[in-house]
């Protein structure tokens, strides 16, 4: 079984900073993608950024240039630093992982339970 962990999140002033992680443990046998999403009350999850296990990284355009996603591959963790928060960031914040249990097992995703973070104008 597959667990996804996450912390980092709270309540902050817009204009700060905050940073998430996400540390997976269970049967894990290689991760190939680990990502951060996020839903806000109303609207769809949606992606935030993205990282595999070669380091190529993706983002959404809102959060370009302010949230940094980085992974820890020994650690099976990933982080988000999250800069200059803005009131819309305001969301429930999920981990996600692509992973095999086995090697011959196929890519399956799992979630961590979500932590929220809460920008403050």
């Known amino acids: 079984q597959v667990q996804l962990v996450e912390s980092g999140g709270g309540l902050v002033q817009a204009g700060g900073s905050l940073r998430l992680s996400c540390t997976a443990s269970g049967i894990i046998f290689n991760i190939n993608a680990m990502g951060w999403y996020r839903q806000a009350p109303g609207k769809q999850r949606e992606l935030v950024a993205r990282?595999?296990?070669?380091?190529?990284?993706n983002y959404a355009d809102s959060v370009k240039g302010r949230f940094t996603i980085s992974r820890d591959n020994a650690k099976n963790t990933v982080y988000l630093q999250m800069n200059s928060l803005k009131p819309e960031d305001t969301a429930v914040y999920y981990c996600?992982?692509?992973?095999?249990?086995?090697?011959?097992?196929?890519?399956?995703?799992?979630w961590g339970q979500g932590t929220q973070v809460t920008v403050s104008s």
């Open positions: 996600n992982a692509e992973l095999r249990e086995r090697p011959w097992g196929s890519l399956r995703q799992y």
């Open positions: 990282i595999t296990s070669g380091g190529s990284t």
